[in-house]
C-alpha cells in the first residue's frame, strides 16, 4: 500500500516527491489526508454539542498518560495514553450525566486535574520536565506508516459510526429528554462519541502538539457553519476546508520551517474570516 503511495506522491512536481527521496514528507503527506478527514468531520459534532474545550481537555489527559507510559518504562508510551484518555472519556461523561454542574465546568475540573497530575508525574523526583516539550509542538515529520495505517482505520470506523448512528447522535445532542424517550441510549451514543475524540487527539498529539490540536476539531465546523446552509453543506465545508488547510499548513512548514500544527491552525484561522465575512453578504 505504502509503494502505491509513493508510487503516486512521486508524480508530483516538488522536488521533495522525487522518487526514492524525502520519505518523511510522504508519509506526513498521507498523514494530513487522514487525519484531517478525521478532525473535519468530528469538528461538526464537536461544535454542534457545544463541547469546544473537550478535545484541549482530552489533550491534557493524554499528555498524563504518556506521562504515566514514560515512567512505568513502556516501549511505546503513546497506548498508556489512548487508554487514560479513553478512562477519561468515559468518566467525563459518567459525572456530567449524573451531576447539575454544567459541561464547561466538568470539562474544567478534569482538565485542570489531568494537568496537574501530569506534570506531578513527569517531574517526580526531580525527573525534567523537559523530555515532554515536543508534545506541545509536535512533528509530523515523524509520523511513521504503522500509525497512519492505523488512523485509517479509525477514519474508517468513524465513517461506519456516522453512516450507522448520526440521527441518534444528532438528536441526543439537540434534545437528550426527547432522544431518550425514543429509545435512543443517550449516555452510551454520547459515549462512543467521545470515546472517539480521545483516540484521535491522542494519537494525532504527537504530530500536531497540544498547544493547537484544540483548534482542529473547533475551526474546522466553526468556519462551515458560517456558510453551510444545510446538514449535507456543514459536513462538507468542514471535512474540505480541513483537508486544504491542513495540506497547505504543511507544504508552508516545509518550505519555511514552521511548525506544522501552528501553521495548519493559521490558515483554518484565514478560512474562519473569510467564511465569516461571506456570511455576512449572505
Known sequence: MMQLWYFLVDLLPFEWAQTGSMYFMKNALLAVLVISPLFGLLSTMVVHSRMSFFSD???????????IGAICGFGEPTWAAVVFAVVFAVLFNLVRRRSALTSDTVIGVFSSTAVALGIFISTLGGRSFTKFNSLLIGDILSVDPGKIGLLALILLAVLALWAVSFNHLMLSTVHPALAGSRGVKVFWQETVFSVAIAVVVTLSMTWVGLLVINSLLVLPAASA??????????????????VVCGVAGLMTSYYLGSSAGASITLYLAVWFALSFSARKKV
Do not use: P
Open 57 to 67: 481537555a482530552l489533550g491534557h489527559s493524554a499528555f498524563t498518560g504518556m506521562a
Open 225 to 242: 457553519r458560517n456558510t453551510a446552509r444545510n446538514m449535507t453543506q456543514y459536513h462538507l465545508f468542514s471535512v474540505l476546508g480541513a
